[in-house]
């Protein structure tokens, strides 16, 4: 039987990096680099759109995923006032209906540390793209191919329940999520209990899966659970703020 999500829970992925000044052909390449590693994950992360007015609007904007047209539309993302800033990028799969859609927000080449790079994917909530998407084998292709193409300091896919129960922590701590990414600088990851399971990604970082089963805040057992994950984790220095990059 297909396992349904909770209606009033949302999911999303996130990678998250310090201050990195990177051009915008830099930005663009991270890019082409992902959208190719994510559309290998499911076929619901292709094809991409500009975003519009209305629906209608933005399915006449399709998206050109090679390096050059999205260097155009990165470079019209680039903050005029403070460069450091970096550039702005977003984007919609253009689903039929918006509960099964995801959308994609970046910020890259950001070298203020007043601003975190980031590059977030909002994925879906209901439907038969959310029923494929929301299972712990394929969230691990995410996170792993926002940690390959952006080379952030942590990954972490996520119930938005979840994160609203954490909103006390510092907002630029790495939050222990249902999949997470923790880059190898960073420091070891300890062991974790049963059922969390690791994985080395490439000798770059650790790959951390906290349930085989969909993660929901309303189960006080997972909520526990990555509790305990994240007190392991703080004991070994590992969930210190995002740190600007030399």
Known sequence: MTERIDEEESYFCGAYWGARKETSEECARRLEAFLGLLAGVDPSFVPWFKQGKSRADALMHP???TVAGLEKLIRKGRDRVVEELGFRFSAWNGASDD????????TCGGS????SNVCLLELPSRGPNADRVLAA???????????????PDFVVAMSSAH????????????WPGWVIYIAQQRGSVPPLPEPVRVEDVE?????????PERFTASNPE????????RELLDRAGLLKPVQAQP
């Open 63 to 65: 998206i050109e995923s």
């Open 203 to 211: 000798g770059k970082g650790t790959l951390i899966v906290l349930t």
């Open 222 to 229: 997972h909520v526990t659970l990555a509790e305990r994950v």
């Open 137 to 151: 084998p394929l969230l691990r292709g995410v996170v792993k191919s926002m940690a390959a193409a952006w080379e």
């Open 112 to 115: 203020s540390p007043r601003v």
């Open 99 to 106: 509960s099964d859609g995801s959308s994609l927000k970046l």
């Open 163 to 174: 994160l609203q129960m954490l909103r006390d922590n510092e907002p630029s701590e790495i």
